[in-house]
Each structure stands twice: as C-alpha cells, then as structure tokens.
C-alpha cells in the first residue's frame, strides 16, 4: 500500500513538473509568437485617430514598445509573476477587467454545453446499453455520426440562417440556447463514441458473463460493472474534452456574435493589443493544462493498472 | 442470416475476414475482381469523394460563368442563368462554388502533408534520439495541444503576414500535434514486437530503426489519421477565411464565400447556405472514409485514434 502510494506521487510530481514547464513554455512561445506579428498597436491607433509620427513615437516609447524584445520580455515576466497582466493597449484599462467582464459569458457557454454533452453523451450509452432494442441505440449512434461528420462551425453558420434569419426563433446576436445546443451535441457526440465502444467490448468480457449467471439484473450490470471499467477509458480523454469545449466555445461565439473571450481575443489579435491577446492565450493553455493534470492524476487514482507505466 | 452476405466478408462489414472452408486463394486467372463489401456509409464517402475531385479537376468548364466575373444583378435569386444566384458583388454562386471545391481541396490536403510530414518526422526522431529528444518534442506537442486551436492558427497567420502559405503552414503546425500522437502511440505498440528487437541486435541505429523499419509499419494508423486531419483542415481554413485572415481575396474558397455572405443573410441566405452544404457534404464524406479506414486499420480498437 505505501509502494502504491509513493508510485502515485512519485508520478503526479514528475506529471506537475511536466504541466509547469509546458505552461512555461506557453507563456515564452505567446510572447515571441506575438512580437512577430507585423505593425503594432501604435500603427492601429494612428491609422484610426490619425496621429502625427512624432505622437506614434511617443506613445511608442510610453507604451515601452521601443524597448529590444528580450528587455519587455524580462519586464512582463516580472509583472505576471507578480499577478499584474498589465493594461491593454488599446483601452487602457487592465486586461483582467476586460477579460473579466466577459469570462462569466464563456463560462456560461462553455458549461451548458459541456452538461448537455455530458449528460446526453454519458446518458445515451448506458440506456443503449439496458435496453439494447430500444430508440435509444439509435439515438446513441445518431448523435456520433453527427458529431464526427458535421463541424459546429457549419451548423452554427446553419443555425443562425434558419432559426434566427427565416424563422425569427431565436435572437441572431447574444443568443446563448443555439450555441450550447450545438456545442453540447457536439460534445455529446465525441464522449458518446468512446464509451460506446468501450461498453461494448466490456460486455463480452468473463466478468459480465460472471454477473449475468450470478442473475443480476441488466440494469445493474451496467451502471455498476460495465459504466465504471469504461468511464476508466473516457476519464483520459477529460483534458481532450475541455479544451474541445473550449475551443467550440470560441467558434461559436464568433459565429453567434456573442461577447466572450473569443470575440475578445480575435479582436485584440486584429488589434495588435499584446498585453491582451497573452493573457487571453495563457489563461486559456493553463486552464487546458491543469484540466489535463486533473484528468491523469484522477485516472491514476482511479485506474490501478496505469501506475504501472 | 448469414448466407444474406457474400462469402468473405463479416456480416457487419467491419473487417475483411477470409472464409475458413475456402483454400486460401492462389494467385492465378481464375480469381475475379469483387467490389469490396462496403457500409452503405463508406459507399456514399467513396461517391461524394469522388464527385468532389472530379468537380476539383474538370471544374472552371463545368460552369458557363467566370467566378471572378460581376453581373448587373446582386445577391440575386436562384434562376437558370445563374444556378445558385449571385453573390453581393453579382457573381455566379456556383462557379465561385466549384472553384471553391479545387481551392478548398488542395489546401486542405497540402496543409494536412505538411501536419503529417512535420508531426510524424518530429515524433520519430523524439522516439529515436532518447530521453531528451523525447521529452523536448513532446513537451512541444503537449504546448501545442494546450492551446485552443483557432486562436494558435489566428496569431499564426497573422504573425506570417495574412496569405497561402501562411495559412498552409498556420494549419500545417495546428494540426501537427495530433499526427505525432498517434505516431507515437504506434511506435510504442510496434516498438515492443520481436522485428524491432532484431533489427536491433542486427546493429541497426535508432534513427534506421525508426525510419525504415517501423515507419512503414505505421502508415495504417497514418494514413486514417490523415483522412480524420483534412476535413478539419478544410473547416479551420473556413474559419479562418470566416474572420477575414484566409487567402487573399480574389481566390473563392468556401470559408471567403461564408464570410462575405454572412453579411447578408437577410437579403441572400442561399448565398451563404451553398458554401455551407458543400462544407458539411465533404466532411461527412471524409469522416465516412476516415471511420472505415480506422476499422481496417484498427480493427481491435486499440483507441490510438480518436
């Protein structure tokens, strides 16, 4: 049991130094990635605000973008370090309040769909799996095939025509039940897929047939020995599903016009706001990478065989 | 119900099994050429497929008007001069459609080689060169994968400068990841099998082993990833023409037609629903071909592709 358990933490440690260096790896990579963007955001202004040269240079050297890259790197890895993200360029007001004000609206989105498709893509499974005659095997297969063939993008696009367009259903801008719909099927989808599989190959193992003589009923054989030694499977695939949601969330509100850290970021990519679009891009990798932590030290808790690797 | 199908083939169509009372066949004229047993699924990618490439090679003659031409009449109607109507500047919707399909296509395809090439090559020599190479490579992948695809291809594209080539690379890089996945995955299960052991013992470096001894044993799981990788190529590149940082202008793919009628949905919605139909119709036909790819190649469900 204390080998067990050191062989746990021996492999979170070695997993959290890993998910450190990555996220630092992130925050180098956005930085530089950035920088190579051709123009600035003092070109951005002036082009709107039309300012002499004299005044761009002078902003220029206010905002410290004159500074060698290497120089502003140090500089802003001193200030994140400290917990301030710095003002973004073109509003002048700190990054974490812009972000802020519209966070709440990508969480909403992104954890609609993410119960729709948990709810459907884990429900869907198992009542296929009790009552393998009925529509609901149908369903379960439905909503895979859909999910691998149709990209959210074109049934967002899709959506906003027919429903909000022709039909007036729904709100063309800021809706948030069409997105999450989509998303969550989406979502649905993919989980639907794995665990199916995975529920059908644990159904012809030697212990189900152990269960079934034993004369427990479907039901419990389902939920209470197959669903756990397939959800052991699915478990490794969290990190993949969030940043699936998170991604889907992203597109959708840039399709469905809704304010969110997507429309957010694409317009500070368009308008050269360094300080915002880093934030935007690191707050978002490490969201992915403590998900994908989480996942695994999970699975390893959960799943004995995986201590072994 | 078994004698429903042809002799060879399962009944589910998911691998092709040879009849145990049959000789295994020798190579001779007797034999006749059979049509594979298909799903109706994998049938209808195989057409779609089709269609799409001939319409991708015959394509500029299919239509009698030039894409790029303007008409008098904007977002005009479905008539029958102009099959699918105009668009907002009076160009015909199904010729900048079939241009669309060749453009689309070659993109997407040149732009999942350069995935494959770049993500599979990085993978080998990770595995190859060791503890570092290993941890170094995929460290880089775990990055990659970190970040939400559409804003690393964003900030890519913008960072090349706005164009072909950087949405090719831009896509090329995003989608890297996934190909050294799955090589990796595959390494390791050919890894540990006894060919590799000998190559080996034979004195073969890691680098030779790698390359000539288990990366053609790979390219089933490749070759499937490769058709799962495509579409969402094709789709990212909509996405990006979507948000205005695609190809230049004058080139009709799909993504610059959503993005330009997407302005006029009242006036027009056929405009833009044609780029989306045609979008979704290819999707589905790779994800078909991808899916039974994957049975062919994965038939134990291993799970290394997803």
């Not at chain 1, 530089?32 to 300012?51: K, N, S, Y």
């Not at chain 1, 989509?182 to 159904?203: T, V």
């Not at chain 2, 006029?264 to 119709?281: D, K, N, Q």
């Amino acid at each position: 049991m204390m080998a067990q358990l050191r062989g746990i933490s021996l492999g979170i440690a070695a997993e959290v130094l890993r998910s450190f260096a990555i996220a630092v790896g992130i925050v180098v990579l956005t930085f530089f990635l950035l920088r190579m963007i051709p123009g600035d955001v003092v070109d951005v202004i002036g082009l709107e605000g039309a300012l002499t040269y004299e005044q761009q240079a002078n902003l220029r050297a206010e905002m410290g973008l004159t500074r060698s890259w290497g120089e502003q790197f140090w500089l802003w890895l001193g200030m994140i370090a400290g917990g301030d993200f710095g003002l973004s360029s073109r509003f002048a007001i700190p990054v974490t309040q812009l972000i802020g004000a519209v966070l709440g609206s990508t969480i909403t989105l992104g954890l609609s769909a993410l119960t729709i498709g948990i709810c459907l893509g884990i429900g869907l499974p198992v009542l296929a799996a009790i009552y393998p005659r009925s529509a609901f095997v149908w369903l379960a297969e439905a909503i895979t095939i859909w999910s691998i063939t149709v990209p959210t993008f074109s049934t967002g696009i899709a959506a906003v025509v027919v429903f909000a367009v022709w039909l007036g259903m729904i709100p063309a801008i800021g809706n948030l039940s069409a997105p999450a719909l989509i998303l969550g099927i989406d979502i649905a989808g993919s989980i639907a897929k794995i665990l199916r599989e995975d529920m059908k190959e644990i159904e012809s193992a030697d212990f189900i047939r152990t269960a079934r003589a034993k004369g427990l009923s479907r039901t419990r054989i389902v939920l209470a020995h197959i669903l756990p030694n397939a959800m052991t499977v699915t478990l490794a695939l969290v990190g993949l599903i969030f940043s699936n949601v998170l991604t889907g969330a992203i597109t959708m509100e840039i399709v469905f016009g809704r304010p969110g850290i997507g429309t957010l970021a694409l317009q500070a990519i368009k308008g050269r706001d360094y300080p915002l679009v880093q934030t935007i891009i690191i707050w978002l990798g490490i969201a992915v990478i403590i998900a994908n932590l989480v996942a695994d030290i999970a699975q390893r808790f959960v799943d004995p065989r995986i201590r072994l690797r | 119900m078994r004698a429903l199908y042809p002799p060879g083939s399962d009944p589910d169509g998911r691998a092709f099994v040879l009849d145990e009372s049959e000789d295994r066949p020798v190579a001779g004229p007797t034999r006749r050429f059979r049509f594979p047993h298909l799903r109706l699924g994998t049938w209808l990618g195989v057409v779609i497929m089709g269609a799409a490439l001939a319409i991708a090679c015959v394509g500029p003659w299919i239509s009698i008007h030039d894409p790029n031409d303007f008409s008098s009449t904007v977002n005009a109607a479905p008539s029958d001069i102009h099959w699918l109507g105009t668009d907002d500047l009076g160009q015909d919707v199904f010729a900048r459609l079939i241009v669309g399909t060749r453009l689309s296509l070659v993109l997407g395809t040149v732009a999942a080689l350069v995935a494959l090439l770049a993500g599979t090559l990085a993978a080998l020599f990770g595995m190859a060169s060791g503890r570092i190479g290993n941890l170094l490579v995929f460290g880089i992948v775990d990055l990659i994968r970190a970040l939400p695809g559409v804003l690393f291809a964003l900030a890519l594209v913008v960072a090349i400068e706005p164009g072909t080539t950087s949405v090719v690379l831009a896509l090329g890089l995003a989608f890297a990841p996934d190909f050294a996945r799955i090589t990796r995955a595959s390494y390791l299960q050919e890894a540990a099998r006894p060919y590799v052991a000998a190559a080996f013992v034979f004195g073969a470096s890691p680098v030779r082993i790698a390359l000539v001894h288990i990366l053609p044993n790979i390219t089933g799981a490749l070759v499937t990833q490769f058709a799962i990788i495509l579409p969402r190529c094709i789709v990212l590149e909509a996405v990006l023409s979507f948000l205005g940082l695609g190809v230049s202008p004058e080139y009709a793919t799909w993504g610059r037609m959503i993005a330009s009628a997407s302005s006029y949905t009242e006036e027009a919605p056929h405009v833009l629903l044609a780029p989306i139909v045609a979008l979704s119709v290819l999707t589905f036909a790779f994800a078909m071909i991808g899916d039974e790819l994957r049975r062919r190649f994965d038939p134990a469900r291993r799970r290394i592709m997803t």
